[in-house]
């Protein structure tokens, strides 16, 4: 699978890091602060969410679309700006402090770093959000410091499209001079998996059950399959030297 491969590229959020039920948590945390008819939130946050960032995928400014949803349904009396420095706001410590690697991904980093491929992040994530990673997030900076493994990391506010658009994998192709054969790509939603085959790039879904309901579609549509970075890495990569 590594065979003649250059740059391996990860997707953030549910892929590298275990956060995707942070951000569900801190939206129902949010929802029960702006909404003003005093009732507790029993959606499926993540489910909503994803289907409001899938309709506007092709706007940058999706997520704005998802607070004036939000606004809209819970009768907030804040902007769509301010709905979004709240959930920001909120969800500071868990960035900080919660958020980890997935069990085995840091030694995964670690490994193929020390083996020579180059390596690079496509993040759904906003900037801030990646920047905390980087410089903020103690089990991150402990484990497999963003910046001394990584030689370029991206994120929606790099590019104009997000994910499914292949934008932002074609800009990292551009970035380091690779071709998309050269490269093998790490996602663990649809739209993720759809974004890297739209730009030639061999694909390795990696399994997070929040993306459970998208199951039969990401299998249908990658490349290869991880349910455990371990096991993964054991079979592909090898032991460390």
Request: hydrophobic letters at 35%; a negative charge; aromatic letters at 8%.
């Amino acid at each position: 699978m590594l065979e003649g491969k250059k740059v391996i590229i990860f997707d953030m959020d549910g892929t590298l890091i275990d956060s995707v039920g942070m951000w569900n948590e801190v939206d129902a945390e949010l929802i029960s602060r702006i909404r003003t008819d005093g009732k507790k939130e029993s959606a499926d946050v993540q489910s909503r969410r994803d289907a409001v960032l899938r309709k506007y995928n092709k706007n940058d400014g999706s997520i704005l679309q998802y607070f004036a949803f939000l606004k809209a349904k819970y009768g907030a009396n804040l902007s769509e700006e301010e709905i979004h420095e709240l959930r920001y706001s909120i969800a500071q410590d868990l960035l900080r402090y919660k958020v980890d690697y997935k069990p085995g991904a840091d030694r995964l980093v670690r490994l193929l770093k020390k083996k020579g491929y180059t390596l690079a992040i496509a993040s759904t994530s906003r900037r801030n959000t990646m920047e905390v990673y980087r410089l903020q997030n103690v089990n991150i900076m402990k484990k497999a410091d963003l910046d001394e493994h990584f030689s370029l990391i991206l994120t929606r506010d790099d590019v104009k499209e997000t994910k499914p658009s292949p934008e932002i994998y074609r800009r990292i192709l551009r970035e380091l001079e690779a071709e998309p054969e050269e490269c093998l790509a790490f996602e663990d939603s649809l739209v993720g998996i759809e974004a890297a085959k739209r730009a030639g790039i061999e694909t390795v879904a990696v399994y997070d059950k929040h993306y459970d309901s998208e199951r039969e579609a990401i299998e249908a549509l990658t490349d290869h399959l991880l349910y455990n970075y371990e096991e993964w890495t054991a079979l592909n990569v090898g032991e460390e030297s």
